[in-house]
Every structure is written in structure tokens, then in C-alpha cells.
């Protein structure tokens, strides 16, 4: 258990379905971010939030939309993706700025599994 | 961000030692390395991390060169559940944030 919690683990959806990730971490951390990982390939960086404010948009297309109401939670809303969007999709978050640089490191989700068809 | 080479992959013998080398040529004087493994369709986790100093915790040990251009993640008694995709990586000195890239890693398989 990283105290990051992911649903669904599991989703399949249709090219014309819309449908949201969830991410909730209880480690009172103030970043949040979404990794994408596609078969075989590694980690995709796709958005950063920060106090609840996106401080990085990783050239992500619009299809995926983001959400963060507050630092404990974050969603990743879809619509209208393409096969090729099918991966999982992983949830992290860390705390930054807590003045100890070394205990600065990311804690992932165990990720949703999505199958676009 | 530094960029770090690591072997795509590497078998080990269970009860062995596992030794998984990464090359970071460009790492800056403020930068750490810090090593994740990613068991299969699960997120990664964090191992270990370390500044120019060897390093020791329950999973496993890091050692730095002196001139801290690689490392080595040593885990010393390898068991099947250790096979995984171990990423090295080396972080920027300090931002608001944690933009960690991840590289595609090595490949242990730990053999019985």
C-alpha cells in the first residue's frame, strides 16, 4: 500500500464513451502528476499539478482533460480516444519543498489499465 | 535533466547478487540518483537514492563513483519477486516540482 489509490484498475471503453480516472493520495502531499504507459515502452510524463494549479502540460492532446479540485485528489477525464490511448495509466504524487531534498520522491498508484476499442 | 544509460537487461540467479550499473556522465555536483523498480502492470517504487555517498537500506545498496559519473544497484540476495524493470534516475537539483523522467530501464529476471 503507497497510500495512492487508483480506480478503476481496470476499464474498457469505446471510442465514443467518455470516462474519468481517479487518483487519491493520503499522504498529504502537494503534487499530484499522470504517467502514461504504453506496451513495452517506458513512463510518459503527461501532466504535473502543484498546489492544485497544472504547472505542466507534457504536449498531452486534448482528448485527455485533467482535473485537480484539491491536493488530495486528481482525475483524468477521457473522450473520444483513439485504440492507440489504450495503456495504464498511473497516478503519483510527492511533496516537494519540505526543505529535505533527499525525501523528495514520488509514490505511485497501482495504475488503471485501459483498453480503448 | 542529466541523462543515465542502463543494459536493456540482465539475468540473475536467485540467491545471488544482483549488480545493476547506470551511467550518468553528465551529472551535475547538486544532483542525486535515485533508483525505482516497476514490478509488471504495477507502479514503480522507489529504492534508494544517494548524493556521492554509498548508500544502504533494507532493499538495497547503492554505490557511487567517486567522480560520480555511474552507480551501481546492488541487491544481495536476489529473489524471484525481484524481477522487475529497475530505472535509474537522476534528478534535477531543485524545482517546485517533481518532473522525474523515466528512461526504459533495465530488465532483471531473476532465475531459480
Known amino acids: 500500500e503507497t497510500g495512492v489509490t487508483q480506480t478503476p484498475r481496470h476499464l474498457v471503453m469505446g471510442m465514443t464513451n467518455k470516462k474519468s480516472l481517479k487518483c487519491e493520495q493520503h499522504?498529504?502531499?502537494?503534487?499530484m502528476y499522470w504517467y502514461k504507459q504504453s506496451a513495452k515502452k517506458p513512463l510518459e510524463l503527461m501532466f504535473v499539478?502543484?498546489?492544485?494549479?497544472?504547472?505542466e502540460n507534457n504536449s498531452v492532446p486534448s482528448r485527455f482533460s485533467p482535473e485537480c479540485p484539491n491536493s488530495s485528489h486528481l482525475f483524468l477525464h477521457l473522450h473520444t480516444l483513439q485504440p492507440e490511448d489504450s495503456a495504464l495509466y498511473l497516478c503519483?504524487?510527492?511533496?516537494f519543498g519540505s526543505g529535505d531534498f533527499t525525501n523528495e520522491k514520488l509514490f505511485f498508484g497501482s495504475g488503471t489499465q485501459l483498453s480503448v476499442l | 535533466d542529466a541523462k543515465t544509460t542502463q543494459p536493456p537487461s540482465m539475468d540473475c540467479a536467485e540467491g545471488r547478487a544482483a549488480n545493476l550499473p547506470c551511467n550518468h556522465s553528465t551529472i551535475s555536483g547538486n544532483e542525486y540518483v535515485y533508483w525505482y523498480r516497476q514490478i509488471h502492470s504495477q507502479g514503480p517504487q522507489y529504492i534508494i537514492h544517494?548524493?556521492?555517498n554509498n548508500e544502504t537500506n533494507e532493499m538495497a545498496s547503492l554505490i557511487i563513483t567517486e567522480d560520480r559519473k555511474s552507480s551501481t544497484l546492488i541487491l544481495p540476495h536476489a529473489t524471484l519477486r525481484d524481477t522487475a524493470v529497475y530505472y535509474c534516475?537522476?534528478?534535477?537539483?531543485?524545482?517546485?516540482?517533481?518532473?522525474?523522467?523515466f528512461g526504459p530501464g533495465t530488465s532483471l529476471s531473476v532465475i531459480p
Open positions: 499522504l498529504g502531499h502537494n503534487a
Open positions: 544517494g548524493l556521492k
Open positions: 534516475i537522476v534528478r534535477v537539483a531543485w524545482t517546485s516540482y517533481d518532473k522525474v523522467i
Open positions: 503519483a504524487s510527492s511533496q
Open positions: 499539478y502543484n498546489f492544485k494549479e497544472q504547472t
